[in-house]
């Protein structure tokens, strides 16, 4: 088992039992107590959990102004979300002007595009704005709005009037489902998304999605099937399901994993 991969389901434990024994975990995972032991240093370092004696607790709120929620999700399928992120980051060509949605698929997007130059990112994504504001080379133009801490971005913006005429060359954003029938969707209110707005009923967006957001249906519509341009996803996603999304004139690009 790999050290990430140990870290999660330490997480995961956690989130149901709310405490755990470095001794049992031990057992459970076939390691040494101190390979346990450094694995919650690096949890604890991260702000998710308070180590205690013999084992740890789950901090009962964020820590360090990152929501618990998204840390864990910056952590999941990392590896694919990584090789989505270096594909789509190879299509932007230079002086391109794009629209990063916030998620942690699009985080990793952004990660993938700090070596580049002359490129312009509009975002409401604090997390994305941190992780490129490193780069000399690259515009941040950051819409304002109100701080949702959970998720590290603004909502509620100031200028959805305007959003629809924004000059973008390519929309990419994350979700928490995508359905060949339903769409693009998230867990997050319309009134508080700026996705719909950037969208609107003239653009199409390209959706970076891991294999458990594809086929997946969330609470709130973002944006209608015909709305999206391209889905890039990886490997994990079975073939069928990319049929049925290019059925519906989706261009599917499902990356190898390395």
Request: glycine share 6%; hydrophobic share 45%; with cysteine.
């Amino acid at each position: 088992m790999f050290k990430q991969e140990r870290q999660d389901r330490i997480l995961r434990i956690l989130e149901k039992e709310k405490s755990v024994n470095v001794e049992d975990i031990a057992r459970e995972f076939s390691v040494s107590a101190m390979t346990i032991r450094r694995d919650l240093q690096t949890l604890e370092r991260q702000g998710l959990i308070e180590r205690t004696h013999g084992g740890a607790v789950l901090l009962p709120r964020p820590q360090h102004g990152l929501g618990r929620d998204l840390m864990l999700r910056l952590r999941d399928q990392v590896m694919e979300k990584q090789a989505i992120a270096r594909r789509i980051a190879s299509c932007i060509g230079q002086s391109e002007t794009i629209y990063l949605s916030p998620g942690t698929t699009t985080y990793y997007v952004a990660k993938a595009l700090v070596p580049r130059k002359d490129i312009v990112v509009v975002t409401n994504s604090l997390l994305i704005a941190w992780e490129l504001a490193i780069s000399s080379d690259i515009e941040v133009i950051m819409l304002g709005g109100a701080l949702r801490r959970q998720r590290m971005s603004l909502a509620r913006i100031f200028v959805l009037d305007h959003l629809e005429s924004l000059q973008v060359d390519r929309i990419i954003v994350g979700c928490e489902g995508i359905h060949h029938i339903h769409g693009i969707t998230n867990n997050v209110p319309p009134e508080y998304g700026t996705d719909r707005f950037v969208i609107g009923d003239r653009r199409k967006a390209v959706v970076v999605a891991d294999h458990t957001k594809v086929g997946a249906q969330a609470k709130f519509e973002v944006a209608a099937i015909d709305r999206v341009d391209a889905l890039i996803t990886t490997t994990a996603v079975p073939e069928h399901k990319a049929i049925a999304f290019e059925e519906r004139g989706v261009r599917v690009e499902r990356v190898p994993v390395v």
